[in-house]
């Protein structure tokens, strides 16, 4: 047996297989787009400097493109959605869902998705029971075979399923690739997330406005890889307002978003409108 053939028949499989496989490995949506397929994101930054607005962008985004994304399931301590998402959701296409018992919810969830690799594995599309097909589908938000959801924890810091001992949670996102999640939380702090995300993050966004004090710890454990610890101060120390870092800690790279203040353009919308509605009051006389 010849090692050479053996990789040939390997690598000819592999090829075969490239879509399924590509879902369950941490791999690029869209080069525009800063979230990745069965992927860890986190998101740090003090209250007020743009976590939500930041994940809503990443999802108007998704909802311009093809994927697998289908589902966002949106997490909060008090039950509420965000004031960001209620204004933007008319850009958002992909179906979101609120969520207050997320163990159970994701136990059910990853057993739905079982059943949907089975039938997808087996072939069993036009085999099985037209209401047994609609009940996995219906579960899963879906029109049709094809799957990747966001998991999004706001404000995660507060959420008791992160801190506990045998977390479910924690557990699925340790194992993003195998279930095939997307998970985004949101957190004031590096010390608000548990160890075995912070080992496992995919990618980190990291907003301005922290004290030089917490620098080194934030360093340390961000993923940052390709520069020293002085030029990271450096560079943390000259973000705007709105700025923030977005760390890809399996490269061990970073870039600046420095476009996301939108107050110039929110300004001059609301100055159109304004302009628009003393237009038609003036009509009215």
Not at 64 to 72: A, E, G, I, Y
Request: glycine share 4%.
């Amino acid at each position: 047996m010849r090692e050479q053939i053996v990789n040939q028949e390997i690598a000819q499989k592999l090829a075969e297989n490239s879509d399924k496989l590509n879902q369950s490995r941490i791999s690029i949506i869209h080069p525009e787009i800063n979230l990745k397929y069965s992927s860890i994101n986190i998101f740090c930054g003090r209250q007020g400097k743009g976590k939500s607005l930041t994940i809503a962008k990443e999802i108007i985004k998704l909802s311009k493109v093809p994927s697998n994304v289908h589902l966002m399931i949106y997490v909060n301590k008090d039950g509420r959605v965000d004031d960001i998402y209620e204004a933007l959701k008319d850009l958002i296409t992909i179906h979101y869902i609120k969520v207050d018992e997320i163990e159970n919810y994701l136990k059910d969830l990853y057993f739905k998705k079982i059943i949907y690799d089975k039938i997808k594995q087996q072939n069993w599309e036009e085999r099985i029971d037209k209401e047994q097909k609609r009940e996995v589908l219906d579960f899963l938000y879906l029109k049709d075979f094809s799957l990747q959801e966001i998991i999004l924890f706001d404000d995660a810091a507060f959420s008791k399923v992160l801190m506990k001992n045998n977390s479910v949670v924690v557990g699925m996102a340790h194992e993003a690739r195998h279930y095939k999640f997307i998970f985004c939380f949101c957190v004031q702090g590096v010390k608000d997330i548990p160890l075995p995300l912070k080992e496992q993050t995919t990618t980190f966004f990291l907003y301005s406005g922290f004290i030089r004090q917490k620098l080194p710890t934030i360093y340390n454990q961000c993923g940052i890889k390709c520069i020293d610890y002085q030029e990271f101060k450096e560079i943390y120390n000259q973000l705007k307002e709105k700025d923030y870092l977005i760390i890809d800690c399996n490269k061990g790279t970073f870039k600046i978003n420095d476009d996301a203040d939108l107050t110039p353009l929110i300004e001059y919308y609301k100055n159109q409108n304004n302009e628009e509605e003393e237009i038609l009051n003036f009509n009215d006389y």
